[in-house]
């Protein structure tokens, strides 16, 4: 399993935008990226998913370069409701069997107004 | 989005209790999961199942088990409750990407 690192912390301010940057140095061949947001309390929320260059929906957008050994969660305009924990998880999706999911310690995304 | 539904949200109970924690989904999910996460830590794999009749152990080592007769239940028991199982447990299903019903947050006196 690819070794994640992503910053434990990180504040802004509400309309800016945030991006969270996090090392997946030995990512496989066959790994996917995806990001994960969680409020206390609740489940994990998927945000987005993508393998290579930049994949864009209605809340945001990740940049993954050609190297795929890192990767940048892109948050436009946040506001006070975006504080949460975000996570970063890198695995295949296997046909057959179950896909096991490693999380990390996640970053903890303060929002200021 | 996937609706998976977990029941209760909220349990407190004695030391030596056996509980169940349900959890349901509707959108015909295979894969199934349960994760054990402590507050302010990261999840832990404990369970999973890739269809019915199917479960295996994950990387969290837990006295907890669990049971796949449907494709949409997927409960997880302890036989005798103990504070160290106080936790919040979540569950998800997955079709390539994993979704999360809102948990459970059992604490055991």
């Known amino acids: 399993l690819a070794k994640i690192t992503q910053p434990i912390s990180m504040d802004s301010y509400e309309g800016q935008e945030v991006n969270i940057t996090c090392s997946h140095n030995?990512?496989?061949?066959?790994?996917?990226i995806t990001w994960y947001q969680q409020f206390p309390s609740q489940g994990p929320r998927f945000i987005i998913q993508?393998?290579?260059t930049k994949v864009t929906n209605e809340v945001a957008s990740l940049f993954i370069p050609a190297d795929r050994k890192s990767s940048t969660l892109s948050l436009p305009r946040v506001s006070l409701s975006d504080t949460a924990v975000y996570y970063c998880?890198?695995?295949?999706?296997?046909?057959?069997?179950?896909?096991?999911?490693?999380f990390g310690q996640g970053t903890r995304l303060t929002i200021n107004p | 989005e996937a609706d998976i539904y977990q029941t209760p949200r909220y349990l407190v109970i004695g030391t030596g209790k056996k509980i169940t924690l349900e959890c349901s989904q509707t959108?015909?999910?295979?894969?199934m999961y349960w994760y054990q996460q402590d507050p302010g830590m990261e999840l832990h794999l404990i369970h999973y199942?890739?269809?019915?009749?199917?479960?295996e152990k994950g990387d969290l080592s837990s006295e907890s088990t669990v049971s796949r007769i449907r494709t949409e239940h997927f409960p997880l028991t302890l036989e005798s409750a103990r504070p160290s199982h106080t936790s919040q447990y979540l569950c998800?299903?997955?079709?390539?990407?994993?979704?999360f019903g809102a948990g459970t947050r059992l604490s055991v006196l």
């Open positions: 998800a299903t997955s079709n390539g990407i994993q979704y």
């Open positions: 030995n990512i496989a061949t066959n790994d996917y």
């Open positions: 993508g393998y290579k």
């Open positions: 998880l890198v695995g295949a999706f296997p046909i057959q069997g179950a896909q096991k999911l490693v």
């Open positions: 959108m015909g999910h295979d894969k």
């Open positions: 199942s890739y269809g019915v009749n199917s479960t």
